[in-house]
T-cell receptor, first 110, second 114 residues
Framework: QKEVEQNSGPLSVPEGAIASLNCTYS??????FFWYRQYSGKSPELIMS????GDKEDGRFTAQLNKASQYVSLLIRDSQPSDSATYLC??????????FGAGTQVVVTP | SQTIHQWPATLVQPVGSPLSLECTVE??????LYWYRQAAGRGLQLLFY??????ISSEVPQNLSASRPQDRQFILSSKKLLLSDSGFYLC?????????????FGPGTRLTVL
């Protein structure tokens, strides 16, 4: 079983719609959770961090965390073509070691 | 503000040749430093991490090694490259070893071994 799992996609989203990305993790002691955006050929860019159960909003992005169910999600509202990228979920364990999911490719169609 | 540099940006090397990739961080002191590899279409694989000068932990036994000769310098090396070493090599830093630290990535080095 992978420690951090994401659907690989591609997730096709019409422009202006909401993109919903999910991530599950296996390490129950995980304390912090991150979403990175990676454009093709580029390095990952941190877009959201979440540490407590519930929702955290930043602009068009909302991260949701449920530690009891061991999942974290990312919503992208009003999706734009510039949101087309691969989104990586990362989970930080007890000492600072990140576990990354393989990523979900998002394609926003005009 | 903090900046992380990697070089070279791209590299094409023959099998059996040596490798040296360099990463430097500016604007912070005593960062945690990490080397990751991303194979085409795959997730990130942690190769090495360092919490201080001369302190290197290896995650995956292989023909690669890492060194940290200075506080903000991290070097990835190999004596003899394999075809399987091809990939996108990413250096990252974080501010502390706590469970809440965020990692920030450099621009990466794309290595092709022929």
């Amino acid at each position: 079983q992978k420690e951090v799992e994401q659907n690989s996609g591609p997730l096709s989203v019409p422009e202006g719609a909401i993109a919903s990305l999910n991530c599950t993790y296996s390490d129950r002691v995980s304390q912090s959770f991150f979403w990175y955006r990676q454009y093709s050929g580029k390095s990952p860019e941190l877009i959201m961090s979440i540490y407590s159960n519930g929702d955290k909003e930043d602009g068009r992005f909302t991260a949701q965390l449920n530690k009891a169910s061991q999942y974290v999600s990312l919503l992208i509202r009003d999706s734009q073509p510039s949101d087309s990228a691969t989104y990586l979920c990362a989970v930080n364990g007890s000492w600072g070691k990140f576990q990354f999911g393989a990523g979900t490719q998002v394609v926003v169609t005009p | 503000s903090q900046t992380i540099h990697q070089w070279p940006a791209t590299l094409v090397q023959p099998v059996g040749s040596p490798l040296s990739l360099e990463c430097t961080v500016e604007g912070t002191s005593n960062p945690n430093l990490y080397w990751y590899r991303q194979a085409a279409g795959r997730g990130l694989q942690l190769l090495f991490y360092s919490v201080g000068i001369g302190q290197i932990s290896s995650e995956v036994p292989q023909n690669l090694s890492a060194s940290r000769p200075q506080d903000r310098q991290f070097i990835l090396s190999s004596k003899k490259l394999l075809l399987s070493d091809s990939g996108f090599y990413l250096c990252a830093w974080s501010a502390s070893p706590s469970s809440y630290n965020e990692q920030f990535f450099g621009p990466g080095t794309r290595l092709t071994v022929l």
